[in-house]
């Protein structure tokens, strides 16, 4: 498996385009002004001196995964530090998200996967007037992360922990439409394809879903290539580690690998 990742990455790293290889303008403009948008912005320093808070964190949580589709709970104990450094999204990669969020400028966010807090920290941020649920199946993970909620000062932020399959779709059924959602959920072929469908009937011409790591197993792969393929996906932007879905009406459908 570990190999198989490896060698997808090289392949999108020679396959792949940066901005001067696309020939897309709402691409093009996307890449330049916010996929490749590495300066420093003053909302960062906060959140990643947060981050560094959890990397230091010698206490012991009980985590309960539900599982790459298993229907056990799966109960470990773990340091708070060893999730922060082994769990949580990059900095580059958490900024990415937030450059995202910034620049889409939605009214409502939905998070699936709140981990210890940091990416939902930078989607609050990105935009503080938005709704932003985000969705955490531990119940030790989730009071961590409401914690770091609390010290960041973060008041647009709703945690609900529970089953993904029970809170994501009465989330849905309770939005008027979905401007943004960030699946960082069960990384399996079945309950990402799952996420996908729940999500269409309050999709419009102007959200964004992004989904995570759809390297991660053939399955996920396989789920990629299926969102990727359905009538109402117009463009999706390939970035390796994330993989971004827009519904644009007008436009002609179209794939994109980019670097970063």
Excluded at 95 to 116: D, F, K, S, V, W
């Amino acid at each position: 498996m570990v190999l198989q990742f490896f060698a997808d990455y090289l392949k999108h790293q020679f396959t792949a385009k940066t901005r001067h290889g696309t020939h897309s303008p709402f691409v093009y403009k996307l890449a330049d002004e916010v996929i490749y948008d590495f300066s420093a912005k003053s909302v960062y320093k906060d959140i990643e001196a947060q981050r560094k808070k959890l990397l230091a964190d010698q206490r012991f949580i009980t985590v309960t995964d539900l599982g790459a589709g298993s229907h056990l709970n799966k109960n470990r104990t773990k340091k708070v530090a060893q999730i922060a450094k082994n769990a949580l999204k990059t900095p580059r990669l958490a900024q990415l998200i937030y450059r995202l969020a910034a620049n889409h400028q939605p009214t409502n966010m939905i998070e699936l996967g709140t981990c210890l807090g940091i990416t939902t920290a930078y989607l609050s941020k990105a935009q503080p007037k938005a709704n932003v649920l985000t969705i955490e199946g531990c119940p030790q993970t989730a009071e961590v992360a409401y914690q770091n909620f609390n010290e960041l000062g973060l008041n647009n932020v709703e945690l609900q922990v529970g089953n993904f399959n029970d809170l994501l779709p009465k989330a849905i059924e309770e939005s008027n439409q979905l401007d943004f959602v960030y699946i960082d959920g069960n990384h399996t072929k079945e309950a990402t394809l799952n996420y996908f469908e729940w999500c269409l009937p309050k999709l419009t011409e102007n959200s964004l879903l992004i989904f995570d790591d759809i390297y991660w197993s053939e399955g996920m792969k396989q789920a990629w290539e299926e969102i990727k393929a359905h009538p109402q996906v117009t463009i999706t932007v390939d970035l390796f580690w994330i993989g971004l879905v827009y519904f644009r009406k007008g436009q002609a459908k179209e794939h994109f690998k980019l670097k970063i």
